[in-house]
């Protein structure tokens, strides 16, 4: 019988269950990083198998984080928004009055290149609103945030609200997409540039 006293080694076991979930969370990271790039350059077509070859983690990784395309492509879509939040949070810790432009370019163009990934989602009545409603509202609250700083700088009409200026970013994703200018950075960059030019004072 051991002499060692049960409660001799108490942060072994703790240590060895947070080192799993650490990598298991940087494996999850890494799929979807490599999702998002390959649905974006080489269309929804691309396997689980194949993102998991070249997101450099074995097939039953991506499969138990991900059961489904659907699941993964709602994740993808969710870590978008995700991003864009911590984006609105830095933009707005510069204190510059032009930033809501910055951000709802960023917006626009995250979204042209994520376009396929929510049409997908569209198709199988996967709503982001709905599937991650704290995320949505917190980019919309950093929005509006922004939105009335630029106000009262005068660098954006006085009568924009912050639900018009998230239709607008809703309808510039539809028409990029109408003008095949999802692959073209410069194209829907212009377009985007077109649009949100609107809420500009004349």
């Keep these: 019988m051991s002499g ?3 409660d001799s080694e108490p942060s072994t076991a703790p240590r060895r269950a947070r080192e799993p979930r650490a990598d298991a969370r940087r494996n999850r990271e890494r799929v979807l990083r490599t999702a998002r790039r390959l649905f974006a350059t080489e269309g929804l077509g691309v396997s689980l198998d194949e993102i ?3 997101a450099g983690v074995g097939p039953g990784t991506v499969h138990r984080h991900f059961p489904s395309k659907e699941a993964l492509y709602l994740a993808v879509a ?5 991003g864009l939040t911590a984006e609105a949070e830095a933009l707005a810790a510069t204190g510059d009055p032009e930033a809501v432009f910055a951000l709802l370019a960023r917006m626009v163009a995250a979204g042209a290149e994520n376009v ?3 049409s997908a989602l ?3 009545e996967f709503d982001l609103r709905t599937a ?3 995320v949505a509202a917190d980019l919309t609250r950093h929005v509006a945030d922004l939105l009335g700083r630029a106000r009262a700088a005068g660098t954006v009409r006085e009568d924009v609200t912050v639900d018009e200026v998230m239709a607008l970013v809703a309808g510039a994703f539809a028409a990029i997409r109408h003008a095949g200018a999802e692959s073209s950075r410069e194209r829907s ?3 985007a540039h077109l649009i949100l030019d609107g809420l ?3």
């Design 78 to 82: 969710i870590d978008m928004l995700e």
């Design 132 to 134: 991650a409603p704290d």
């Design 200 to 202: 500009r004072p004349r």
């Design 116 to 118: 396929a990934v929510k």
């Design 122 to 124: 569209a198709a199988a």
């Design 52 to 54: 998991a070859r070249r």
């Design 4 to 6: 060692r006293h049960p």
């Design 189 to 191: 960059a212009r377009m």
